[in-house]
C-alpha cells in the first residue's frame, strides 16, 4: 500500500500534517480526529485504503502540524474551514466524503460555514459535538467530557498526564489493548497545554451549520459513550437535511476504534451511497 506523508498550508499560514494513503484516484475520506488527537487515532481505517484514499491530518495544534499562539487561530472558525479546504484543493479530493471524530466535527462544521458543501460528498460524525462553551446545553455532555477535568488544561505536567490517561481510558466502553491506549496517550500529550484550552475559547452552537448540509450525513455514536452524550448524535442526525442516526451499544466514544469491523463497513457503505447522490450543485457552492 502507497502512503505518502506532507504538510499543507493552512488558515493563517499553518502548516497542517497529512498521511495520504490507498490509490490516489480512489474515492476520498478525508479524516478529521477529536480533541487532544491525532491522525494515528484511524489506523484501524487502514484496511479501506485499498478500496478508498484515506487522507488523516492533524488538526491544528496537534500532532506534527503547527501550533500557532494565542487563542484566536483556534477560536476563528475560518481557520479550521480553510485548513480543511488547503487539504482538498492541495492533493486535489474529488468529493470526498468528510469523517469528524468528537471535535472534528467544529472542524467540519467550519468548512461548511465557511465553504459550503459544493466539494464534498458527504459527512460522518463519530461522537460528534454540536456546540462550545456558551453555545453547549447540558444535555449534549457525558460524564467524562474533558471540559469537566481542570486537570486536562493545567500547566503542572504531572497533572495533565494523569488527566489525560483518565480521559482516555473513558473514550471507550471497554478497555483498549495496551498498545493502542498506550498510543493514544502518547498523541494526546503531544498537545501543549495552552492549545488545550484555546480549542475551548469560541462560543458555537455548530447546529445551523450541519442544518445547511444538503449532502447526505450520518451519525454514528457509541450509545455507552460517557464523553459527548448520544443524546448529542441524535440531534446531529436530525439536523442534517438528509441525516441518519447509527447508534453502536455497549460502544462509547471511539466507535471506529471499538468496533472497526462495523464502523469500516458502515463508512464503506456509506461513502458508496453519497458519492451516487448528485443534487443541483448551485445550491451547496453559496455558505452563508
Same mark, same amino acid.
Given at each position: 500500500?502507497? &502512503?505518502?506523508?506532507?504538510?499543507?498550508? #493552512?488558515?493563517?499560514?499553518?502548516?497542517?500534517?497529512?498521511?495520504?494513503?490507498?490509490?490516489?484516484?480512489?474515492?476520498?475520506?478525508?479524516? &478529521?480526529?477529536?480533541?487532544?488527537?491525532?491522525?494515528?487515532?484511524?489506523?484501524?481505517?487502514?484496511? +479501506?485504503?485499498?478500496?478508498?484514499?484515506?487522507?488523516?491530518?492533524?488538526?491544528? #495544534?496537534?500532532?506534527?502540524?503547527?501550533?500557532?499562539?494565542?487563542?484566536?487561530?483556534?477560536?476563528?472558525?475560518?481557520?479550521?474551514?480553510?485548513? +480543511?479546504?488547503?487539504?482538498?484543493?492541495?492533493?486535489?479530493?474529488?468529493?470526498?466524503?468528510?469523517?469528524?471524530?468528537?471535535?472534528?466535527?467544529?472542524?467540519?462544521?467550519?468548512?461548511?460555514?465557511?465553504?459550503?458543501?459544493?466539494?464534498?460528498? #458527504?459527512?460522518? =460524525?463519530?461522537?460528534?459535538? =454540536?456546540?462550545? #462553551?456558551?453555545?453547549?446545553?447540558?444535555?449534549?455532555?457525558?460524564?467524562?467530557?474533558?471540559?469537566?477535568?481542570?486537570? =486536562?488544561?493545567? !500547566? !503542572?505536567?504531572?497533572?495533565?498526564?494523569?488527566?489525560?490517561?483518565?480521559?482516555?481510558?473513558?473514550?471507550?466502553?471497554?478497555?483498549?489493548?495496551?498498545?493502542?491506549?498506550?498510543?493514544?496517550?502518547?498523541?494526546?500529550? =503531544? &498537545?501543549?497545554?495552552?492549545?488545550?484550552?484555546?480549542? *475551548?475559547?469560541?462560543?458555537?452552537?455548530?447546529?445551523?451549520?450541519?442544518?445547511?448540509?444538503?449532502?447526505?450525513?450520518?451519525?454514528?455514536?457509541?450509545?455507552?459513550?460517557?464523553?459527548?452524550?448520544?443524546?448529542?448524535?441524535?440531534?446531529?442526525?436530525?439536523?442534517?437535511?438528509?441525516?441518519?442516526?447509527?447508534?453502536?451499544?455497549?460502544?462509547?466514544?471511539?466507535? *471506529?476504534?471499538?468496533?472497526?469491523?462495523?464502523?469500516?463497513?458502515?463508512?464503506?457503505?456509506? &461513502?458508496?451511497?453519497?458519492?451516487?447522490?448528485?443534487?443541483?450543485?448551485?445550491?451547496? !457552492?453559496?455558505?452563508?
Amino acid at each position: 500500500m502507497s &502512503v505518502r506523508t506532507r504538510h499543507v498550508e #493552512g488558515g493563517g499560514g499553518a502548516r497542517i500534517f497529512l498521511r495520504d494513503s490507498g490509490p490516489q484516484d480512489a474515492p476520498p475520506i478525508l479524516l &478529521v480526529h477529536g480533541w487532544a488527537q491525532h491522525h494515528c487515532a484511524w489506523a484501524a481505517q487502514e484496511p +479501506l485504503a485499498g478500496a478508498f484514499r484515506l487522507v488523516a491530518i492533524d488538526l491544528r #495544534g496537534h500532532g506534527a502540524s503547527d501550533a500557532p499562539e494565542g487563542d484566536a487561530p483556534y477560536a476563528d472558525g475560518r481557520m479550521w474551514a480553510d485548513d +480543511l479546504a488547503a487539504v482538498i484543493a492541495a492533493l486535489g479530493l474529488d468529493r470526498p466524503v468528510l469523517v469528524g471524530w468528537s471535535y472534528g466535527s467544529r472542524a467540519i462544521a467550519c468548512y461548511l460555514r465557511h465553504h459550503g458543501d459544493a466539494a464534498i460528498a #458527504g459527512v460522518v =460524525l463519530a461522537g460528534g459535538i =454540536l456546540a462550545l #462553551g456558551r453555545a453547549r446545553e447540558d444535555w449534549m455532555v457525558g460524564r467524562a467530557s474533558p471540559g469537566l477535568d481542570r486537570d =486536562l488544561y493545567t !500547566d !503542572d505536567q504531572d497533572r495533565r498526564l494523569a488527566a489525560t490517561a483518565r480521559f482516555v481510558a473513558a473514550c471507550t466502553a471497554k478497555p483498549l489493548d495496551r498498545l493502542t491506549y498506550g498510543m493514544l496517550v502518547g498523541a494526546n500529550m =503531544l &498537545v501543549p497545554a495552552r492549545v488545550r484550552r484555546a480549542l *475551548f475559547a469560541a462560543d458555537e452552537d455548530l447546529r445551523p451549520d450541519y442544518a445547511r448540509l444538503a449532502r447526505p450525513g450520518l451519525a454514528i455514536h457509541g450509545e455507552a459513550d460517557a464523553v459527548v452524550a448520544p443524546a448529542t448524535g441524535r440531534a446531529a442526525a436530525a439536523a442534517m437535511a438528509q441525516g441518519r442516526y447509527l447508534g453502536y451499544p455497549a460502544i462509547g466514544h471511539a466507535p *471506529f476504534i471499538e468496533a472497526p469491523a462495523r464502523f469500516n463497513a458502515d463508512l464503506a457503505e456509506f &461513502v458508496r451511497a453519497a458519492r451516487e447522490t448528485r443534487p443541483d450543485e448551485e445550491r451547496h !457552492d453559496r455558505p452563508a
